[in-house]
């Protein structure tokens, strides 16, 4: 197991990239609005699979690159930072497009609500970036097995994503409503997520490990 101010920190991380809209949110909050409840949790097993899936591949081959390049430990660092600071810019800067904004979407199968889901993870750049360039700084290789604490962290990025999704998904239609009668809570919501986003990835980079 990952020493505890690792998982905190792996944690603050994942909420705070798991409240940052992207292309995940943005499924499941249209599909949930245009479809109902059952077909958001439905859409949002596919993207639990996009997640083991990349967690698996992550924590595998996390493993043996560091084993091989130890050294690479700084470059994985670095690019984690500048991404977090590109999720926080994204979530401030002027004409940032809210995802409760749906666009329309046809009535389709479970199965295929499935797979898009898992289609829509696979193709999600922030989720790759999370398992490839920020998992690894919150590993200790002295504190015990590489892997163990890799697959450790991956089902904590997992439990905190599909709780969050999952309350998203229910509540889609409640929120969108909400937040079309008072703009001013989703300003808030995007200046407390990019501050969160930016404070972590300035600690990213002047902390060395």
């Known amino acids: 197991m990952p020493e505890i101010h690792n998982v905190i920190g792996f944690a603050l991380v994942s909420l705070g990239m798991v409240l940052t809209p992207g292309p995940n949110m943005i499924y499941l909050i249209s599909r949930s609005i245009c479809q109902g409840r059952i077909a958001g949790l439905v859409s949002l ?13 992550a924590a595998f ?21 500048c991404y977090l600071m ?23 199968s479970g199965k295929k609500l499935f797979t898009m889901g898992f289609i829509t993870n696979l193709l999600n750049p922030k989720i790759a970036v999370m398992y490839l360039s920020l998992l690894p700084q919150f590993i200790s290789p002295e504190h015990g097995s590489v892997l163990s604490q890799s ?3 991956g089902f904590t990025q997992i439990t905190i994503s599909v709780t969050i999704n999952a309350i998203i998904a229910v509540s889609a239609s409640t929120i969108a409503i909400f937040l079309a009668n008072r703009p001013i809570w989703l300003q808030l919501q995007r200046y407390l997520m990019g501050t969160v986003l930016f404070c972590l990835a300035a600690k990213m980079i002047i902390e060395d490990k």
Do not use: H, N
Request: charged share 15%.
């Open 45 to 57: 097993l596919g993207v639990v699979a996009g997640f083991v899936f990349y967690m698996l591949c």
């Open 86 to 108: 590109y999720l926080a810019w994204q979530a401030v800067r002027l004409g940032g497009r809210s995802p409760f904004k749906v666009k329309e979407l046809p009535p389709d």
């Open 61 to 81: 081959g996390i493993t043996t690159f560091l084993m091989m390049v130890p050294f690479a430990y700084d470059t994985l660092r670095i690019a984690g930072a």
């Open 151 to 153: 697959l450790f962290l």
